[in-house]
């Protein structure tokens, strides 16, 4: 049965107002919670970067969701070591309930350290790398390493998950998928491609496949589809420019070349009931496990209330599952989840971060 979950975007909105919103997920009846990992936002229109680690230490505490980065990148920016560090004090503080989304990043936010944006190839290869690293430090025992990126020297994680702390790897290309099912507890990508999860299943992935969208509801169809370009044209960005572009002004630049209509084909805005069904129901259809929406802009509260009543209910019935009532208030919770595709040129030129784009492999 598919799990829906709401889409945390670090990079829209203040670490306050993401805490809120996860309280209104779970109000809302999703079941899930994913959030990006960004240093730099895409655009200024956007205007926030929050650390996502500690984000996460104040989510363990305010919900009972489960928390899944969508995604983050243990290669540049953070040594791997760090990651798991960071990884496996969340896995503890949400009492297992935390699953490490990862991915080989953008120039955007890895380049701060001064540190040159590698070629594809070689970050796949460190990816691959930093996965080995930290399911070794997960166990809790001593590690020592010595690879052709990384080394950890005598390093042991006191805090260690409790249990098997699931990795999932992001892409969205074949090369990406079959990586997922070699290395990876499942697989990330944002566009609904059956075939994606084909390869995945093939090469012997059993594990989640795991997408999302962004969507902007509200009344007005067309102020909504303004502000999904104002926020989000580098939904729209084509090739490989989004792994390469170093600063949020470089983003913008690019962006003049995303039209209004461009946004309004690819975003799904407005208050049609129907519409939101539709594009969210085209992950399930191609084979996904689960599925997070996120909503673009300042009008959550009529997204969440639309959701609750309406689209996440039609959703479980297509599932076949009760569509239910989500318990709203704190005491009843004590007794008590269609954008293009991305362009064929960079489909294995990159691999997917956050559920902010629709070209998600990057």
């Known amino acids: 049965m598919t799990e829906y979950g709401f889409f945390l975007s670090c990079e829209e909105f203040t670490p306050q107002e993401l805490i809120r919103q996860a309280e209104q997920a779970r109000d809302a009846g999703f079941t899930r919670l994913a959030i990006s990992d960004h240093f730099h936002p895409w655009n200024e229109a956007q205007g926030n970067s929050a650390f996502v680690w500690s984000v996460i230490g104040a989510l363990s505490q305010a919900v009972d969701l489960p928390v899944t980065t969508l995604v983050t990148c243990p290669t540049v920016r953070l040594h791997p070591a760090v990651t798991a560090q960071a990884a496996a004090t969340s896995s503890v503080l949400l009492d297992g309930r935390f699953t490490l989304g990862v991915g080989t990043g953008e120039a955007l936010n890895e380049h701060v350290l001064g540190d040159r944006w590698p070629s594809f190839e070689e970050r796949a290869e460190m990816l691959e790398e930093a996965v080995e690293v930290m399911r070794e430090l997960f166990t809790g025992s001593r590690v020592n390493h010595r690879g052709p990126y990384y080394t950890v020297d005598n390093a042991r994680l006191y805090t260690a998950p409790r249990g098997r702390l699931p990795i999932l790897v992001s892409g969205f290309g074949p090369k990406a998928a079959a990586t997922a099912a070699r290395i990876g507890d499942g697989f990330v990508t944002m566009t609904p491609d059956a075939d994606l999860v084909a390869v995945f299943r093939d090469a012997g992935g059993t594990g989640k496949v795991v997408g999302g969208l962004k969507v902007c509801w509200g009344a007005d169809r067309d102020k909504a589809i303004d502000e999904a370009h104002r926020r989000w044209p580098t939904e729209l960005l084509p090739g490989e420019l989004a792994q390469v572009l170093p600063t949020p002004a470089h ?41 997070y929406v996120g909503q673009i802009g300042p009008d959550q509260d009529a997204f969440f209330e639309a959701y609750r009543t309406q689209v996440l209910p039609a959703l479980r019935a297509a599932d076949g599952a009760p569509a239910g009532r989500p318990l709203e208030t704190p005491e009843a919770r004590m007794t008590a989840e269609g954008a293009p595709a991305p362009d064929e040129r960079a489909k294995d030129a990159a691999d997917g971060p956050e559920f902010a784009r629709t070209d998600p492999g990057r």
């Open 251 to 291: 983003f913008e630049q690019a962006s003049t070349l995303v039209t209004r209509e461009m946004v309004a084909d690819a975003i799904t805005c407005g208050d049609d009931v129907d519409a939101h069904v539709e594009a969210v129901r085209a992950y399930p259809r191609a084979g996904f496990d689960e599925v």
